[in-house]
């Protein structure tokens, strides 16, 4: 079993700064990538960012610029620095971690709210 907790969400204005972290633990074995997505109320859940093993990122359209991807290897822990916070960046950040056999894992997620 994999554990994945999220920590860093929180409630920031507008062109404000947040960085959420995700500690993995448990039985981790060949990870493939680790990344983060969000699910906004009524909306489904999209992929923010995700950096994989080899050290390749991506982005959603929406953030790029804007937020960064990074992760420590041992221990198993995943960052995302977001910037120039917008309000349509609220919502609901999950951390998720995917293996090379297929397998994959989400934390209990993490809300950020942008409100002035």
């Known amino acids: 079993q994999v554990q994945l907790v999220e920590s860093g969400g929180g409630l920031v204005q507008p062109g404000g700064s947040l960085r959420l972290s995700c500690a993995a633990s448990?039985?981790?074995?060949?990870?493939?990538?680790m990344g983060w997505y969000r699910q906004a109320p009524g909306k489904q859940r999209e992929l923010v960012a995700i950096?994989?093993?080899?050290?390749?990122?991506n982005y959603a359209d929406s953030v790029k610029g804007r937020f960064t991807i990074s992760r420590d290897n041992a221990p198993n822990t995943v960052y995302l620095q977001m910037n120039s916070l917008k309000p349509e960046d609220t919502a609901v950040y999950y951390c998720?971690?995917?293996?090379?056999?297929?397998?994959?894992?989400w934390g209990q997620g993490t809300q950020v709210t942008v409100s002035s």
């Open positions: 998720h971690l995917a293996s090379w056999s297929g397998s994959g894992s």
């Open positions: 448990g039985s981790i074995f060949n990870v493939y990538a």
């Open positions: 950096t994989t093993s080899g050290g390749n990122t």
